[in-house]
């Protein structure tokens, strides 16, 4: 599975847009962009996922570049209780089965600050 | 409806204790995950199950046994516990490209 690079942390003014960049250069054709984001002490929560179109739903939207190198999750009006590690991850998927695993890596830390 | 249910949430046990943690999920998922969070917070994948088959099985020592006795039952047993099993240990499941679902995690300190 490809490598992704994200900033170690951001911040966020309460109520403005956060734009969290990941790059993915080395992403094949067949794997898709997910985000994750862990909240203090839980469990990491499933935001969403793309392959090469944009993609929203109810809590964000994600933009994948042309090239497919790189992507921007944006959450479009942040909260206090969106402060968390948000982990950009590529995976493949492997036939019919759900063999592909998500590789987690240090993620960036969204301080949203009131 | 707690969709991946972990149990228990916290436990401290002595060096060389045997424990087991238990992982429910009643999503239908077919695929189940063991997650290892460490002190420095990197989530690292232990094991995967496909319908009760073992597919993923990283460089785990032979002290930790997972087994699931159906598709909605992930349990992991950890033998001659030693300080560095202390962490977070997440269960999760999956179906196909969508996302996983994440238990709330178990705290295991090892004193």
């Known amino acids: 599975d490809a490598k992704t690079t994200q900033p170690t942390s951001m911040d966020c003014a309460e109520g403005r847009a956060a734009n969290l960049p990941c790059n993915h250069s080395?992403?094949?054709?067949?794997?898709?962009v997910y985000w994750y984001r862990q909240i203090h002490s839980q469990g990491p929560q499933y935001i969403i996922h793309?392959?090469?179109n944009n993609e929203t739903n109810e809590m964000a939207s994600l933009i994948i570049t042309e090239d497919r190198k790189s992507s921007t999750l944006i959450l479009p009006h942040a909260t206090l209780r969106d402060t968390a590690v948000y982990y950009c991850?590529?995976?493949?998927?492997?036939?019919?089965?759900?063999?592909?695993?998500?590789?987690f890596g240090q993620g960036t830390t969204l301080q949203v600050k009131p | 409806d707690t969709a991946v249910s972990q149990t228990p949430k916290y436990l401290v046990t002595q060096m060389g204790n045997d424990k087991s943690i238990k992982c429910e999920q009643n999503?239908?998922?077919?695929?189940m995950y063991w997650y290892k969070q460490d002190s420095k917070k990197f989530l690292k994948i232990m094991f995967s199950?496909?319908?009760?088959?073992?597919?993923i099985n990283e460089t785990v020592p032979n002290r930790f046994s997972p087994k699931s006795p159906d598709k909605a039952h992930l349990n992991l047993h950890i033998n001659s516990l030693e300080l560095g099993d202390s962490a977070v240990y997440f269960c999760?499941?999956?179906?196909?490209?969508?996302?996983?679902?994440f238990g709330s995690g178990t705290r295991l300190t090892v004193v």
């Open positions: 991850i590529v995976r493949g998927i492997h036939g019919s089965s759900n063999t592909g695993k998500l590789i």
């Open positions: 199950y496909n319908n009760k088959e073992l597919i």
């Open positions: 080395t992403i094949s054709g067949n794997e898709y």
């Open positions: 999760a499941s999956s179906q196909t490209i969508y996302g996983y679902t």
């Open positions: 999503l239908g998922h077919d695929t």
């Open positions: 793309g392959l090469k």
